[in-house]
């Protein structure tokens, strides 16, 4: 069974930092890219960052560009989130998902998410 | 603003067929295929409809996709109370080089 359970979420302060882990188990973790989309509550889906299996290429959205990071470990099949300097309007619940395949947007697998709240 | 434009709201009774659109430009859905996610209250997006037209594993055959030039759409036939729940269409956009996410369209089954 495939399966996709982040963790790492909580109450934060701005300016502050978390550390979101995505632990994987099921299918072949190395070769499929692995993404975090983020739903702001009320909201409708925001692509945040992905890293590509094999190469690991990384994306990251505009809006966390220079204060999120990815990184990816094939041997604990998981992937991690930093995210610095967070803000309120970080607020939200961050899904990790795997890709498909080639096809990035083609998310096939989804955790079930873990909230993020930014606030004083 | 999303860079995918879909209707905000749909209905339907059921039994009804309903469509959802979702329209790009030709650096998205243009150049690329389009999924389509159904996000059931309070749980985690699924995969419903990948690569235009094809069903997820385990999706009835009431789902279909299409696409036509630079817009897409998800079409229920046969709408369940079930049904009920945001759907949200992804593709990759060449020109920003990533992927993106239309804004949303809440099913309502009346």
């Known amino acids: 069974e495939v399966q996709l359970v982040e963790s790492g979420g909580g109450l934060v302060k701005p300016g502050g930092s978390l550390r979101l882990s995505c632990a994987t188990s099921?299918?072949?973790?190395?070769?499929?890219?692995i993404n975090w989309v983020r739903q702001a509550p009320g909201k409708g889906l925001e692509w945040v960052a992905f890293v590509r299996g094999g190469s690991n290429y990384m994306f990251f959205a505009d809006s966390v560009k220079g204060r999120f990071t990815i990184s990816r470990d094939n041997a604990e099949n998981s992937v991690n989130l930093q995210m610095d300097t967070l803000r309120a309007e970080d607020t939200a619940v961050y899904y990790c998902?795997?890709?498909?395949?080639?096809?990035?947007?083609?998310?096939?697998?989804w955790g079930q998410g873990t909230l993020v709240t930014v606030s004083s | 603003q999303s860079v995918l434009t879909q209707p905000p709201s749909a209905s339907g009774t059921p039994g009804q067929r309903v469509t959802i659109s979702c329209s790009g430009r030709s650096s998205n859905i243009g150049t690329n295929t389009v999924n389509w996610y159904q996000q059931l209250p309070g749980t985690a997006p699924k995969l419903l409809i990948y690569a235009d037209n094809h069903r997820a594993s385990g999706v009835p055959d009431r789902f279909s996709g299409s696409k036509s030039d630079t817009s897409a759409s998800l079409a229920i036939s046969g709408l369940q109370s079930e049904d009920e729940a945001d759907y949200y269409c992804a593709t990759w956009d060449d020109r920003l080089n990533g992927p993106v996410f239309g804004g949303g369209t809440k099913l309502t089954v009346l």
């Open positions: 099921g299918f072949s973790f190395s070769p499929h890219a």
């Open positions: 998902a795997s890709s498909g395949g080639v096809d990035i947007s083609m998310l096939a697998y």
